[in-house]
C-alpha cells in the first residue's frame, strides 16, 4: 500500500477563498483522523471518523471547517472562507482499529492563506 | 479531557550519547502511549509504543518505559546517531464510549551533534 495520501501538498490561497484538504486512507482502515499542526498549538484533532461516519468533531475550529467521508477511501476537508490564521499544515492519519493502535499519517498538506 | 505534557522542547546531545523525552499525562484511564518521530517535510511516524499492562518495551537502540502510578512515560535512545535529528511526539490514548480519544505531546526536537 501507498500509505496515506494527502493532496495537494502544498496550497497557497487568498483570504477569503474555498480550500478543500483531501486524504485517501490506507485501505482497509476503517478510523480517519484530520490533524492540524502549527508552531504555537503543535498538533490538534480536528475530527475523526469511524466507518465513514464523523464521531468526534470537537476539535473543528469554527463553522468555516467542514470535513466528510463519503466513502471508506475518501476524505474532504473543506475551509470557506479561508482566513490567513488558518494558515498551517494539515495531516490526515488512518488507522485499521477504534482503539489503541498506531495511526500511520499521510505526507500533510502545508496551507498559506494570505 | 487527557492533558500530556512532554519536556524538553529542544534536546541538544553529541553523537554517540543517550536521550531522554518525558511525558507525564492526567488521565488514569489512558492506556496506549505511542511515540511518533517527525521528520521534516513529513507526516509523523510511529517508532515505538506501549500499552498499560507493559512497564518498558525495548527495540534496538530505542526503549520506552511507563510508570503508570506516576501518570508518566519515557522515550530513551541511546547511542544517538545524526538521523535521530527529529520532532518527536509522545500520544495517550483512552476509550470513550468505544472510542479512542489521542492528546499528542507538544514535541521535543532532537539535534544529534556529530
Known amino acids: 500500500d501507498a500509505g496515506v495520501i494527502q493532496s495537494p501538498r502544498h496550497e497557497v490561497t487568498e483570504m477569503g477563498q474555498e480550500v478543500t484538504l483531501r486524504c485517501k486512507p490506507i485501505?482497509?482502515?476503517?478510523?480517519l483522523f484530520w490533524y492540524r499542526q502549527t508552531m504555537m498549538r503543535g498538533l490538534e484533532l480536528l475530527i475523526y471518523?469511524?466507518?465513514?461516519?464523523?464521531?468526534?468533531d470537537s476539535g473543528m475550529p469554527e463553522d468555516r471547517f467542514s470535513a466528510k467521508m463519503p466513502n471508506a477511501s475518501f476524505s474532504t476537508l473543506k475551509i470557506q472562507p479561508s482566513e490567513p490564521r488558518d494558515s498551517a499544515v494539515y495531516f490526515c492519519?488512518?488507522?485499521?482499529?477504534?482503539?489503541?493502535?498506531?495511526?500511520?499519517f499521510g505526507q500533510g498538506t502545508r496551507l498559506t492563506v494570505v | 479531557g487527557e492533558n500530556v505534557e512532554q519536556h524538553p522542547s529542544t534536546l541538544s546531545v553529541q553523537e554517540g550519547d543517550s536521550a531522554v523525552i518525558k511525558c507525564t499525562y492526567s488521565?488514569?484511564?489512558?492506556?496506549?502511549f505511542p511515540w511518533y518521530k517527525q521528520e521534516l517535510g513529513k507526516g509523523p511516524q510511529l517508532i515505538i509504543d506501549?500499552?498499560?499492562?507493559?512497564g518498558e518495551k525495548k527495540d534496538q537502540r530505542i526503549a520506552v518505559t511507563l510508570n503508570k502510578t506516576a501518570k508518566h512515560f519515557s522515550l530513551h535512545i541511546t547511542e544517538t546517531q545524526p538521523e535521530d535529528s527529529a520532532v518527536y511526539f509522545c500520544?495517550?490514548?483512552?476509550?470513550?464510549?468505544?472510542?479512542?480519544?489521542?492528546?499528542f505531546g507538544t514535541g521535543t526536537k532532537l539535534q544529534v551533534i556529530p
Open positions: 506501549i500499552r498499560s499492562n507493559v
Open positions: 485501505s482497509g482502515h476503517n478510523s
Open positions: 488521565d488514569s484511564a489512558s492506556n496506549y
Open positions: 492519519a488512518s488507522s485499521l482499529e477504534t482503539t489503541n493502535t498506531e495511526a500511520f
Open positions: 500520544a495517550a490514548h483512552f476509550n470513550s464510549g468505544g472510542y479512542q480519544k489521542v492528546t
Open positions: 471518523f469511524n466507518n465513514n461516519v464523523p464521531i468526534d
